[in-house]
């Protein structure tokens, strides 16, 4: 059994891909067996296939068409026999061995899921671990977000010590460690949001049967891009997968 499986989802973005693939194998222990699957949703022709010419732990596969965020990262259910599965977004790079604590942190803790401390590029520590979801949370993050600032640091856990571990009732799906036999008994993403929400969807599932926790010994940089708040596209699939999210989960409003 491989000790973990890491999933990175491209879509037309091959030099971010490239540095998010060098960096993980570079960066974890080479005591650690590891099988990175790199599912590729692009429509504009790549050279990322070379990767698994270069690396022996990658493996390429094209979709031939967008699947979506989690239905790019469940095209590989069937071919993994992990310990641990980590779900990666392109625009992540390591600077340290982030998958090995998270493995040990995740031993120690006896937890389902993990996710690290998440910085931007200089440093700065990334809003991405949020409380319960609510209609008004999410209202104000996409459509009133210069209004409401205590709320949104409420809500955005701005109040806990990131210097300790701590359960998260939800975690940005760009990086997060998940036990791979726990993956597969909630059956991985669910693929009725094309995007968006299905990270908030698996943290939940997850707390339901186990716990995610923070984890504060090891960094990873994060260069995020919000792409919904910039396209008016991206911002209508972001709607139709937050009213999805609260139809199966109910509707919180406050």
């Not at 990322?48 to 690396?55: F, H, M, T």
């Amino acid at each position: 059994m491989t000790d973990i499986s890491i999933t990175i989802v491209a879509y037309n973005n091959e030099e971010d891909v490239r540095n998010a693939v060098c960096s993980i194998l570079e960066c974890t222990a080479v005591t650690i067996s590891r099988k990175l699957y790199l599912v590729d949703n692009s429509s504009q022709k790549n050279s990322l296939k070379e990767l698994e010419n270069k690396y022996p732990e990658v493996t390429y596969l094209s979709t031939g068409k967008n699947l979506g965020f989690g239905a790019g990262h469940n095209y590989v259910r069937s071919r993994l026999d992990s310990r641990f599965h980590a779900i990666v977004n392109p625009d992540i790079v390591l600077t340290e061995d982030s998958l090995s604590v998270l493995m040990d942190f995740m031993e120690r803790m006896e937890c389902g899921m993990a996710v690290p401390r998440m910085t931007d590029e200089k440093g700065n520590l990334q809003a991405a671990y949020r409380r319960e979801l609510t209609v008004f949370d999410m209202g104000i993050r996409m459509f009133m977000s210069s209004r409401f600032k205590k709320r949104q640091a409420y809500h955005t856990m701005q109040d806990m010590d990131y210097g300790k571990p701590f359960p998260v009732p939800f975690a940005q799906g760009s990086f997060l460690v998940i036990r791979t036999e726990l993956f597969q008994q909630v059956g991985g993403f669910d693929e009725r949001y094309f995007m968006y929400m299905e990270d908030a969807d698996l943290c939940r599932q997850v707390n339901e049967r186990s716990s995610l926790w923070y984890c504060p010994d090891t960094t990873v940089i994060h260069k995020w891009e919000r792409g919904s708040h910039k396209n008016k596209r991206l911002m209508k699939i972001h709607i139709v997968s937050m009213i999805r999210y609260f139809q199966k989960w109910g509707w919180k409003l406050w």
